[in-house]
């Protein structure tokens, strides 16, 4: 196999991560990109959107079957979120009479504090069932 030799004076150009990102926020940012985003997540769950239940070239039942137990499990760890911050929200209000230096305030401070780990676990756990999905369907339709 012959490699084409670039014609002299001419200089290879290689992207730089610098271009390839502008390019990408290029994308994320028109209005073609949004229009088709907003379409199939206003229709689907997280779950749902994440191991793309509707994707089905085979048809089996099997894949169906994983995909929709795989989006229930993320979208229950979506839930947890939910559920935690409605527990804030409902400590805030139960508090809003006491002083700014009372131990109710401080449990919602550390609550609030730890908010971000809770949403790196749920992250790993939303990424690990959608990697399971992947798998699982690879392991019913081998062969």
């Known amino acids: ?3 084409r030799q670039v014609p002299k004076g001419w200089k290879r150009v290689y992207p730089t ?3 390839i990102s ?3 926020e290029e994308i994320r940012n028109s209005e073609w990109f949004k229009e088709h985003k907003l379409k199939y997540m206003a229709t689907k769950t997280l779950g749902e959107a994440r191991v793309r ?3 089905n070239v085979g048809g089996s039942s099997v894949v169906d079957e994983i995909k929709k137990n795989s989006a229930a499990l993320i979208n ?3 839930e947890i979120g939910n559920l935690y911050r409605k527990k804030i929200t409902l400590l805030r209000d139960e508090g809003k009479d ?3 230096d009372d131990e109710h305030w401080n449990k919602i401070k550390k609550m ?3 908010t971000g780990e809770l949403y790196r676990l749920i992250s790993l756990a939303q990424t690990q069932y959608e990697q399971a999905a992947m798998w699982a369907v690879k392991a019913a339709t081998f062969g």
């Open 76 to 78: 229950s760890c979506t």
């Open 1 to 3: 196999m012959k490699f």
């Open 112 to 114: 609030e504090d730890e």
């Open 53 to 55: 239940t509707d994707f």
């Open 98 to 100: 006491l002083p700014s």
């Open 22 to 24: 502008a390019f990408f």
């Open 17 to 19: 991560q610098e271009s």
